[in-house]
């Protein structure tokens, strides 16, 4: 067990740096200026352009600047090409800001998947199942986007409040429980829409899971046992459809970075994925390339996780 | 069954828990709900968020929304677009011309130069002599001795990477005049005394000493402008309004405008505004309230530069650097380079005025609260939040539940909102135009009857109509409408498709067998370009397609990139034609978009327009200080480049804006009055007046 933590540790770590190489290539080779060293900013005179650049390392060979960016991460030291910030901590702030919004978003999913799969599992073939079959699908395929403008719109026209940004604007001297449930209010909705899919399609797992656990022997065992049917289905047949579940888990952990850049952009949610979105679109390449290097960096230590964990919960399962 | 009702009491808990928020939150009608205080914030959307809250450093629009409300310049722009004062309470604009005396010259009636005579024979012309005009206009002359310069050059090497050369002036005795009012034609009116061709006679070579004497070939175009005969220093002398403070209670000075200046040019500094200041010679403090500042020639939009916010001195100077580096503890590497661009200043900025900064939360928000010690009347509102929300939908949608309180609406929305009488909706005049501009280094477009020919083609009403439904207005020239150098008068190129075609008939464009147009066996084709990302462009271009294949011209149409539109094409001046828009200034000077000289890599010249009455005129301007000659200039000169149509002009687009029915301006009685925009456009011009009510006026 041991040798294989250590042995795939190793195996990740170079991946890591592999990843870090190859984002810092194509974000470099890809077309664009940072807005700073912008050439057709009529104010800039082209020393003052050289300047910048050279301040940024723009000019030095490629692996010299891919060595650069990894010191200046590594001692703190690495600061925004837009305001000249230190990175980590820009980042920690916004991650900060994301968490309630991921925090909510999953809570709503977990807790409203588990309850609707189940029922579309034991009715299989009701109306309720293909009812819910066909707005599982139909989440599925609508753009996230697309049905958040919709909803807004709606929400803001029948309704008259406000549903953007983490609070409403102007609430600061607000007597503190309009406060509270003004921020709670703003959660509701963007937590929701990018809860959606993801209800969809957990609720979908959750009922093949289950229907696959309810045509086990065991099951049929403890139904011939005469007890209710209540304890045959939440009691043992949802504990070992839960199983898989378990590893998914591990993959929550990158969606914690990366997770709603659609979303936080739409719902002005100052986040983590608004903040790459801007470092692209103003080439801000130090604040692109770590939050790649922390969502390639989680995305293994997710997968790391989940492999440990279904070993921990399904005792067939050895790491070699 | 304690795992079933889990199961269907955590959701129902969860969204009950969620959906009763609703019931506390605010609406349009009611923003005053729980949150009295809420009439007393001014609440503003942008696109983008700020960079960097210092006037000096930044150069983009959101950080100079902020940077204008927390600093004030010297002067800025009335409801006219005259300047007025701000810390400056008035300046005068007098002028000092030097006259080198060079020795080798003649005198028309052939006596030798000297220095004494040359005074004296001045002298005595304006006391009694041929000069008696200038009297009034000089106020002083005295003779300088000769001097030595050493002077740093920076020059463009073969490879046109630059170099930098030391050169060593000897300059020889100089006459310096002191004028009361700054005249570009100064030394013409000396002509009778020095002779017609005393510049050329000057030995430039002889007093220019260089370091490398290799390089002289390439100082050799430089040396008219190293060692002038004739120097023009025009000189404003500005009076400070005293008692102002900064918002740290520290007594704003003489010395906060000289350190400001200095920041600028300052190379570790990386200010976008250098260009700005490049043309002054030095400022210098005559007191604590009067600034002097020196230009090195001809060049009056200059003033403009000092709507600059004025930077505290004591604040950022190197002492306070210093001081901030040892309480931030930083590592001697990052010590070496550390400048005013690394001060924690440029997140907390303090200025003089009207508003102070409280608070930059990134990409959310910023936070203004008003400053009760400004010196003229403080504004209204007690707070000022400037919110950053990338994407107007989401404005609107704010706007719409009284989450903000302004909101520029797209075009195709103007009409809907000017309608609801929930709002107060405006339209005004902007300082951008649309054009469509040739490549007039191409031959198919050096004929201007051509570019006449082509303009006429295009029914510019009909864009103004349907693409921008109808919130527009058609230009004719260069310059801004709502500026005092736009000429009204000039009438705008008609819409006439024959006309057209009977010059292009005129000029020997012959159908051919395709329908097309064709000369010399060349068929009439060209590619139009802009863009991607801007769809009324793109609009225009299929428009502009559609009315030139009407005479028989094949224009092929392509949008790009941004980033490749320009690098490949524009600043490469590798295009025929291009759909764009520029965004002007309020002075007059057009030196950057229009003279001969600016023609080439970056710069903006970029379709190649060469007209020498035009140069002269764009010189002529930016050298003049009388308001009403500029003027007539400007006219001369829109008239010339509306004649010669290097762009097709289209139109500038309106502003427009819709803000909360309940904002309104205070007038000192302590009476309330509806908005209303400037002359120039400018609906914020009484912002420190604004005020919302608590219910809905009017």
């Not at chain 1, 309704?159 to 001297?173: A, H, N, S």
């Not at chain 2, 224009?555 to 764009?580: I, P, R």
């Not at chain 2, 308001?627 to 097709?648: F, G, R």
């Amino acid at each position: 067990m041991l040798s294989y933590i250590f042995r795939n540790l190793w195996q990740r770590g170079i991946l890591l740096i592999i990843v870090s190489i190859i984002a810092h290539s194509i974000v470099h080779l890809a077309p664009g200026e940072p807005s700073e060293v912008d050439p057709s900013n009529p104010r800039m005179q082209p020393e003052d352009i050289a300047k910048i650049r050279a301040a940024f390392h723009l000019d030095d060979p490629i692996h010299l600047q891919y060595l650069y960016w990894m010191r200046d991460l590594f001692t703190g030291e690495l600061k925004s090409f837009k305001d000249s910030q230190p990175v980590l901590p820009k980042i920690w702030e916004r991650f900060l800001n994301s968490l309630p919004l991921f925090i909510c978003a999953t809570l709503i999913v977990w807790t409203l998947a588990f309850p609707t799969g189940i029922q579309a599992a034991i009715r299989r073939g009701s109306i309720y199942d293909r009812g819910s079959t066909f707005l599982a699908y139909a989440l599925i395929s609508v753009p996230g986007f697309f049905l958040s403008y919709i909803i807004i719109l709606w929400v803001v026209d029948l309704f008259g409040v406000p549903v953007i940004g983490m609070r409403t604007f102007g609430m600061e001297d607000a007597h503190p429980v309009f406060q509270s449930m003004d921020r709670i209010w703003h959660l509701v909705i963007p937590s929701l829409m990018s809860a959606l899919t993801g209800i969809a399609v957990l609720s979908r797992y959750v009922r093949s899971q289950m229907l696959e656990v309810i045509g086990q022997d065991y099951v049929r065992t403890a139904r011939a046992k005469g007890l209710d049917e209540d304890t045959v289905i939440y009691h043992h047949a949802l504990r070992n459809a839960l199983l898989p579940f378990v590893t998914l888990f591990g993959f929550l952990l990158p969606s914690l970075i990366g997770g709603s850049v659609i979303f936080e952009t739409i719902f002005a949610w100052p986040g983590l994925g608004r903040l790459g979105y801007e470092a692209i679109l103003s080439r801000d390449f130090p604040i692109i390339l770590t939050i790649n290097f922390i969502a390639a960096a989680l995305t293994l230590a997710g997968t790391f996780l989940s492999d440990l964990l279904y070993a921990v919960v399904d005792p067939r399962i050895r790491l070699e | 069954m304690k795992i079933k009702w889990f199961l269907i009491l955590a959701p129902t808990l969860l969204s009950l828990g969620l959906l009763q928020s609703y019931f506390w939150v605010p609406t349009y009608e009611t923003q005053t709900k729980g949150n009295p205080d809420r009439v007393t914030k001014f609440i503003s959307p942008s696109i983008a968020d700020a960079k960097i809250l210092n006037p000096a450093l930044n150069a983009d629009t959101a950080s100079s929304q902020i940077t204008g409300l927390v600093f004030e310049g010297l002067l800025d722009y009335d409801e006219e677009l005259n300047l007025r004062g701000r810390l400056a309470t008035d300046w005068t604009i007098t002028e000092t011309a030097y006259l080198i005396v060079n020795s080798q010259a003649h005198f028309p009636d052939g006596t030798r130069v000297t220095p004494s005579m040359m005074e004296m024979r001045i002298k005595q012309a304006i006391e009694n002599g041929k000069l008696v005009e200038l009297k009034e206009l000089v106020a002083e002359i005295s003779l300088l001795p000769p001097q030595l310069r050493i002077e740093e050059v920076t020059l463009t090497d073969t490879d046109g990477k630059p170099l930098s050369v030391q050169v060593t002036l000897n300059i020889p005795e100089r006459i310096k005049f002191s004028l009361r009012r700054v005249d570009q034609h100064f030394f013409d009116h000396l002509i009778p005394i020095l002779g017609i061709d005393y510049e050329k006679q000057a030995p430039l070579e002889q007093w220019v000493e260089l370091s490398s004497p290799d390089k002289r070939k390439l100082v050799q175009p430089q040396l008219a402008q190293l060692i002038p005969i004739f120097e023009h220093n025009p000189i404003i002398l500005f009076n400070l309004r005293a008692g102002v403070r900064f918002q740290d209670e520290h007594e704003f000075d003489a010395g906060d405008v000289k350190f400001t200046y200095e920041s600028i040019m300052d190379p570790k500094n990386l200010s976008p505004r250098t260009s700005d200041f490049e043309p002054i010679k030095a400022v210098e403090i005559v007191d604590r309230y009067t600034v002097r500042v020196v230009y090195k020639r001809l060049f009056s939009p200059a003033i403009n530069a000092w709507g600059m916010g004025i930077l505290p001195e004591h604040l950022l100077n190197d002492t306070a650097l210093q001081l901030e580096m040892n309480k931030r503890q930083l590592s001697a590497a990052t010590r070496a380079g550390f400048g005013m661009r690394d001060s924690e200043f440029n997140r907390h900025p303090i200025g003089t005025g009207p508003f102070r900064f409280v608070k930059w939360q990134g990409d959310e928000f910023i936070h203004l609260t008003r400053n009760d010690d400004y010196w003229e009347r403080p504004p209204e509102y007690k707070d000022y939040y400037y919110r950053v929300i990338p994407d107007p939908v989401t404005q609107e949608v704010e706007f719409l539940t009284g989450a903000i309180d302004n909101y520029v609406p797209e075009p195709h929305q103007v009409k809907r909102y000017k309608k609801d009488d929930h709002y107060q909706s405006f339209s005004s005049p902007s300082f951008a135009y649309t054009y469509i501009g040739y490549n007039n280094q191409k031959a198919l477009f050096a004929d201007k009857r051509v570019r006449q020919a082509l303009s006429m083609a295009i029914n510019v009403d009909e864009i103004i109509e349907y693409i921008l439904y109808g919130e527009g207005k058609r230009i004719t020239g260069p310059y801004p409408k709502n500026t005092q150098w736009y000429d009204h008068s000039i009438k705008p190129i008609p819409y006439d498709p024959k006309g057209a075609k009977r010059i292009l008939k005129e000029l020997g464009w012959k159908k051919n067998a395709d329908g097309w147009l064709e000369k010399e066996g060349q068929v009439f084709e060209f590619n139009l370009i802009t863009n991607n990302g801007n769809l009324q462009r793109k609009a225009i271009m299929t428009i502009a397609q559609n009315s030139w294949y009407k005479l028989g011209i094949k224009c092929n149409t392509q949008v790009f990139e941004w980033a490749v539109f320009l690098k490949d094409f524009v600043n490469s001046g590798l295009f025929d034609a291009v759909v764009l828009g520029w965004s002007m200034g309020i002075d007059p000077d057009l030196f950057q978009i229009w003279h001969s000289s600016q023609f080439g890599l970056h710069k903006l010249n970029f379709v190649g327009y060469k007209n020498p009455k035009a140069d002269q005129l764009i010189v002529q301007i930016r050298q003049e200080y009388d308001l009403n000659i500029q003027q007539k200039l400007a006219y001369q000169l829109h008239s010339l480049i509306a004649e010669e149509q290097p762009y097709t002009f289209l139109y500038t687009p309106l502003n427009n804006l819709v803000l909360d029915k309940k904002i309104v301006v205070m007038k000192d009685d302590d009476t309330y009055s509806k908005i209303i925009p400037t002359k120039s456009g400018n609906i914020f011009f009484y912002f420190n007046r604004w005020r919302k009510l608590e219910f809905t006026p009017f």
